[in-house]
T-cell receptor
Framework: DVKVTQSSRYLVKRTGEKVFLECVQD?????MFWYRQDPGLGLRLIYF???????EKGDIPEGYSVSREKKERFSLILESASTNQTSMYLC????????????FGPGTRLTVL | AQTVTQSQPEMSVQEAETVTLSCTYD???????LFWYKQPPSRQMILVIR??????QNATENRFSVNFQKAAKSFSLKISDSQLGDTAMYFC???????????FGTGTRLQVFP
């Protein structure tokens, strides 16, 4: 079974803090994705990576950065957390180039106070 | 740019009944893929069903089937013999043939009542 894990299920941070969300997949997938999920807005793509050290901006990259130093790990970084970044963050991965379904992690619910 | 629209924010159905969730999309592409994902309360998002646009036959997975109308750009999900475990948020998603990225609709929350 494909497994995508995220470092925390729930996280509470203060405004201005630097926040790291980590995602690990065990299926040797080339592609990894970070989404945020908000009620009424569905899932919106923040960043994705199609290979180690490669990244592309998604639809809402402002206020976020990412890091992919190893194939199995994709980190989302909030350089200076703000209250409008309170949300559910979902990580996903899939095989590159074959229109593979995306496999999702359990999500991290981040609250910024 | 592609868009996906789910016009039903919430739906409910009684156990054992059939329910249909609607999804429309907009694209100028000819080759693409469509997905329905299910997100149960506090649980992981999982794939329900997938349809390749070049296939005329509607996809089916056990109690789940789709009605894919390419000309109308419509992709509805039918759940037959609804079960309590079908209670979840359902997302319709579009994938362009040339990318591996998904574009999601806003979701439909389905409640199955005993």
């Amino acid at each position: 079974d494909v497994k995508v894990t995220q470092s925390s299920r729930y996280l509470v941070k203060r405004t201005g803090e630097k926040v790291f969300l980590e995602c690990v997949q065990d299926m040797d997938h080339e592609n990894m994705f970070w989404y945020r999920q908000d009620p009424g807005l569905g899932l919106r793509l923040i960043y994705f990576s199609y290979d180690v050290k490669m990244k592309e901006k998604g639809d809402i990259p402002e206020g976020y950065s990412v890091s992919r130093e190893k194939k199995e790990r994709f980190s989302l970084i909030l350089e200076s957390a703000s209250t409008n970044q309170t949300s559910m963050y979902l990580c996903a991965s899939n095989t590159r180039g074959v229109a593979d379904t995306q496999y999702f992690g359990p999500g991290t619910r981040l609250t910024v106070l | 740019a592609q868009t996906v629209t789910q016009s039903q924010p919430e739906m409910s159905v009684q156990e054992a009944e059939t329910v249909t969730l609607s999804c429309t999309y907009d694209t100028s592409e000819n080759n693409y893929y469509l997905f329905w994902y299910k997100q149960p309360p506090s649980r992981q998002m999982i794939l329900v069903i997938r349809q390749e646009a070049y296939k005329q036959q509607n996809a089916t997975e056990n109690r789940f089937s789709v009605n894919f109308q390419k000309a109308a750009k419509s992709f509805s999900l039918k759940i037959s013999d609804s079960q309590l475990g079908d209670t979840a948020m359902y997302f319709c998603a579009f994938m362009d043939y040339n990318t591996d990225k998904l574009i999601f609709g806003t979701g439909t929350r389905l409640q199955v009542f005993p």
